[in-house]
């Protein structure tokens, strides 16, 4: 099946800091890609759906300006936690759409400090 | 607004015996597609079983198996033979035909006891 990626996989970061996540389509492109955020013990929460070429689409209560999202190419999408605070640590997970279906990131754990 | 529920938390069973998984869901659509998802410790998520609202047939891949009720809106994930790498948490899914967008219910941790 298609792989997707994500880098880091882990991070540790100081309150304040931004960080970046990367979610890479390796074997296939994806002008969709999409943002989960999973706290522990529960189900996947979508962020926001990435558009290749165009802005990403939020979903109600994410904010944009703190999680910044850019679907540079048809592989590559990047979410970035902006002025993160402990709060926003959490297990954040991308996937990538193909025709039939979607294909998972092994997710990043995010920790701020 | 579609939904996704899954009203078993948390599940046990003995090694090689047969579970089932419930999952309702809501739509006002008629074409959409329902999904299983498996998520283990390592927190992959691995696609188990995919089923086409349109087909009558209920998917089968290997050990799995779905009972589809589209009347009912139930759509119960059933594993023979269980074997202890099935531990894992599983998430009952639903995507519309109209956009991409995968709505995932909470999830039921199953424990495959040895």
């Known amino acids: 099946g298609a792989v997707v990626s994500q880098h880091p996989s882990r991070v540790i970061c100081k309150s304040g800091t931004s960080v970046k996540i990367e979610c890479r389509s390796l074997?296939?492109?994806?002008?969709?890609m999409f943002w989960y955020r999973q706290f522990p013990k529960q189900s996947l929460m979508l962020m926001a759906t990435?558009?290749?070429?165009?802005?990403?689409?939020?979903e109600q209560g994410v904010e944009k300006d703190k999680f910044l999202i850019n679907h540079a190419s048809l592989t590559l999408s990047t979410l970035t936690v902006t002025s993160a605070h402990p709060e926003d640590s959490s297990f954040y997970i991308c996937?990538?759409?193909?025709?039939?279906?979607?294909?998972f990131g092994p997710g990043t754990r995010l920790t701020v400090l | 607004a579609q939904t996704v529920t899954q009203s078993q938390p948390e599940m046990s069973v003995q090694e090689a015996e047969t579970v089932t998984l419930s999952c309702t869901y809501d739509?006002?659509?008629?074409?959409?597609?329902l999904f299983w998802y498996k998520q283990p410790p390592s927190r992959q998520m691995i696609l188990v079983i995919r089923?086409?609202?349109?087909?009558?047939q209920n998917a089968t891949e290997n050990r799995f198996s779905v009972n589809f009720q589209k009347a009912a809106k139930s759509f119960s994930l059933k594993i023979s033979d269980s074997q202890l790498g099935d531990t894992a948490m599983y998430f009952c899914?639903?995507?519309?035909?109209?956009?991409?967008?995968?709505?995932f219910g909470k999830g039921t941790r199953l424990h495959i006891l040895p």
């Open positions: 996937s990538a759409q193909t025709v039939h279906e979607q294909f």
């Open positions: 074997d296939f492109q994806a002008t969709t």
């Open positions: 990435s558009n290749e070429g165009s802005k990403a689409t939020y």
């Open positions: 739509t006002s659509e008629s074409d959409y597609y």
């Open positions: 089923q086409e609202a349109y087909k009558q």
């Open positions: 899914a639903y995507r519309g035909n109209r956009d991409d967008k995968i709505i």
